[in-house]
């Protein structure tokens, strides 16, 4: 069992940056997948960013790169989203999630299977 818990959301002004932080709780995190998702009101969630188990591969929305960063450190169990140049259109609430069904990212929330409480980001124009 993993738990889930992101900090780091706020309120930002367009053109500024946050970083999101996701720590886990468990031994064997290395061993997880991991994804950011977000999900804005009335719309369905989608992928923002995921990375595999070791951190040498990653993938980001079409959305969002170029200015969204994701990473992890294994040895601290928390998985990071750097959010630069931010868009009111960034606005959402984020989810981090982890996978133990694949070491690889999958950017199909149903892969899933740990889920955090989520983290509110707004971006004002």
């Known amino acids: 069992q993993v738990q889930l818990v992101e900090s780091g959301g706020g309120l930002v002004q367009a053109g500024g940056s946050l970083r999101l932080s996701c720590a886990a709780s468990g031994r064997t995190f290395s061993s997880y997948a991991m994804g950011w998702f977000r999900q804005a009101p009335g719309k369905e969630r989608e992928i923002v960013a995921g990375?595999?188990?070791?951190?040498?591969?990653?993938y980001c929305a079409d959305s969002v790169k170029g200015r969204f960063t994701i990473s992890r450190d294994n040895a601290k169990n928390t998985v990071y989203l750097q959010m630069n140049s931010l868009k009111p259109e960034d606005t959402a609430v984020y989810y981090c999630a982890a996978s133990s069904v694949t070491r690889y990212y999958s950017s199909s929330p149903n892969v899933y299977q740990y889920w955090g409480q989520g983290t509110q980001v707004t971006v004002s124009s």
């Open positions: 990375i595999m188990w070791s951190g040498s591969s990653s």
